[in-house]
């Protein structure tokens, strides 16, 4: 796999991928994805209804594949903690966490920024990568093909003025995960690195319902949310050395 995407996922047989964030576009993308290629799929998010909704879809699109959904609030580390440790009893192992939690706020410019703005997306950008991280770090460290993939922005090394709090954010989230593949550097020094944590980065994302609504709209540089499923998968094909604390561009370098 490159930073577009490509990959057979065959190392995905088998595997057990845990997904936070599932039930918007790019989860429900990535559910797909991940089933489709023959991975155990347990699925979080916020919004048991939309949860719901997304298991089933990947359950239905690729029968017999094993896709669950656990409503997690991944602002609590307790309870990521015990989501980890279930999954991990449950299915005997763990070979991965896809961060897909995302939102965003901002404004017309550097001075309108409202430091509320900060508030919320240092929760759902920061938080809660913090509570998936610290919860699945042992467990990938486990496993013989662990992967922590974070999304993230191009924002987050090119900031814009009325995307301060979005961007910092952003930021920080990247650098948290950074420090989780130094970790798994270390680990891996004398036996051999298998686990990593990797960052996708994309300007932004585009799915068919956002299409629709804007027909005229070019969306440039954005990356389709099964083109960013793809790119998922296809960290497992790639050795844990080549992708542990690296950032995988699936936009233009600004």
Not at 21 to 36: D, H, K, N, Q, S
Not at 176 to 200: C, H, P, Q, V, Y
């Amino acid at each position: 796999m490159n930073a577009t995407g490509g990959t057979d996922s065959g190392v995905l047989e088998g595997a057990v991928v845990a997904v936070a964030g599932a039930a918007g576009p790019a989860g429900r993308a990535t559910l797909l994805r991940l089933a489709e290629a023959g991975a155990t799929v347990v699925a979080s998010d916020a919004n048991p209804e939309r949860l719901v909704e997304a298991v089933d879809a990947a359950r239905y699109a690729h029968g017999g594949a094993t896709v669950t959904g656990d409503t997690v609030d991944l602002l609590d580390p307790g309870a990521a903690r015990e989501w980890a440790l279930k999954t991990e009893k449950e299915f005997g192992r763990v070979d991965g966490l896809v961060h897909l939690v995302g939102g965003w706020r901002g404004g017309a410019g550097f001075a309108d920024t409202s430091l509320a703005d900060w508030d919320y997306l240092e929760k759902l950008l920061i938080r809660t990568v913090q509570s998936t991280s610290l919860a699945f770090h042992d467990v990938l460290q486990r496993s013989d093909r662990g992967r922590y993939v974070l999304i993230s922005a191009a924002g987050a090394s090119n900031p814009t003025a009325g995307n301060a709090a979005y961007s910092a954010s952003k930021a920080a989230a990247e650098a948290w995960t950074l420090a989780m593949a130094d970790a798994f550097r270390k680990a891996g020094a004398e036996s051999g690195l298998t686990s990593a944590a990797a960052i996708l980065v994309v300007k932004a994302l585009v799915h068919d319902a956002m299409r629709a609504e804007r027909p005229n709209a070019k969306f440039a540089g954005f990356t389709d949310v099964t083109e960013l499923a793809e790119a998922i998968a296809g960290i497992w094909d790639m050795p844990a050395g080549e992708v542990n604390g690296k950032r995988l561009w699936l936009t233009p370098q600004p």
